[in-house]
Nanobody, 115 residues
Framework: QVQLVEYGGGSVQAGGSLRLSCAAS????????MGWYRQAPGKQRELVAS???????NYADSVKGRFTISRDNANNTVYLQMNSLKPEDTAVYYC?????????WGKGTLVTVSS
């Protein structure tokens, strides 16, 4: 059974940095797409960044230039380096992985940015 486990959430002041990581276990294969979503209180879940197995990336406009997504295909791990954090980045961040028609989610990790 595939499991995604996120690490690295926490509290930071505005302007600070955090690095999230997500390790997938139980798959035995490389995911086509891995990514990060976030959900702030009272808001819908939104895509933050995604990366395909070949390395091409996609970012939400709100994080371009501040966040960097990367992945380690050999270890089925995806990372999100978050710099210049803003209070509006406060949310639960979810790891996502897609293989064909299967879509997997982690349980989320909380990121809190204080002003």
């Amino acid at each position: 059974q595939v499991q995604l486990v996120e690490y690295g959430g926490g509290s930071v002041q505005a302007g600070g940095s955090l690095r999230l990581s997500c390790a997938a276990s139980g798959s035995g294969f490389t995911f086509n797409v891995m990514g990060w979503y976030r959900q702030a209180p009272g808001k819908q879940r939104e895509l933050v960044a995604s990366i395909i197995s070949g390395g091409s990336t996609n970012y939400a406009d709100s994080v371009k230039g501040r966040f960097t997504i990367s992945r380690d295909n050999a270890n089925n791990t995806v990372y999100l380096q978050m710099n210049s954090l803003k209070p509006e980045d406060t949310a639960v961040y979810y790891c996502n992985a897609i293989r064909s028609v299967w879509n997997y989610w982690g349980k989320g990790t909380l990121v809190t940015v204080s002003s």
